[in-house]
Each structure stands twice: as structure tokens, then as C-alpha cells.
């Protein structure tokens, strides 16, 4: 069994600064593609930023310029680096990753979520 824990929310001005953690644990695995979404309130769950296992990235736009996504392979972990937040930016956050296990292939995993909330 794979398992995500996410770690690093909170409550922020407007304007500050947040860094998302990820820890991937389980047996026997190798993590491809790491993500992070966002659900606002009332909103449907929206993809924020991708990376995959060599280092490509790719972010939605409204976060470009503003968010950096990480990952340490060794760690199995990722992170989002969220600058100049703004209070749009406040919704539980989510990770994201694909895994490949020996006995099951690649299966998406999720996070329990984080949540982020961005004041005026």
C-alpha cells in the first residue's frame, strides 16, 4: 500500500509565502508523474502544477511566475513552493502521484489534503 501526507498549510496574508510537502511511503514502488491540485470551496478540483520523474514541469496558469513545484526522488517527496499568494489561491490542496507497484502497475494516489487560506 502506497500513502501520500501532505504537510505545510495554513493561514497567510495575501502577498506571503507557503511551502507544500508530500511524503510518498510504501513498499517496492517507483513514483512517475507527482502533482498538485486545488479544490475551493464550491469548486470543482483543479489541477495547479506537474512534474515528472526526469524534472519537466508544467503549471496552470494562473500560478505561473507564482508557484514552483519540486520533487526529491530520494525523499520521495514533493513540494510546492507558493509565492506572492493571493486570497483566490485558498483551497485544500492535494498530491497527486502516479505509482508503479510490483503486483499492481501504475495506480493514481491522492493526499488527504491541506488546507491554504490566503487573507486580504
Known amino acids: 500500500q502506497v500513502q501520500l501526507v501532505e504537510s505545510g498549510g495554513g493561514l497567510v496574508q495575501a502577498g506571503g509565502s507557503l511551502r507544500l510537502s508530500c511524503a510518498a511511503s510504501?513498499?517496492?514502488?517507483?513514483?512517475?508523474?507527482m502533482a498538485w491540485y486545488r479544490q475551493a470551496t464550491g469548486n470543482q478540483r483543479e489541477l495547479v502544477a506537474t512534474?515528472?520523474?526526469?524534472?519537466?514541469?508544467n503549471y496552470e496558469d494562473s500560478v505561473k511566475g507564482r508557484f514552483t513545484i519540486s520533487r526529491d526522488n530520494a525523499k520521495k517527496t514533493v513540494y510546492l513552493h507558493m509565492n506572492s499568494l493571493k486570497v483566490e489561491d485558498t483551497a485544500v490542496y492535494y498530491c497527486?502521484?502516479?505509482?508503479?507497484?510490483?503486483?499492481?502497475?501504475?495506480?493514481?494516489?491522492w493526499g488527504q489534503g491541506t488546507q491554504v487560506t490566503v487573507s486580504s
Open positions: 510504501g513498499r517496492m514502488f517507483v513514483i512517475e508523474n
Open positions: 497527486n502521484a502516479d505509482v508503479w507497484s510490483v503486483g499492481t502497475g501504475t495506480r493514481a494516489y
Open positions: 512534474i515528472a520523474s526526469g524534472g519537466r514541469t
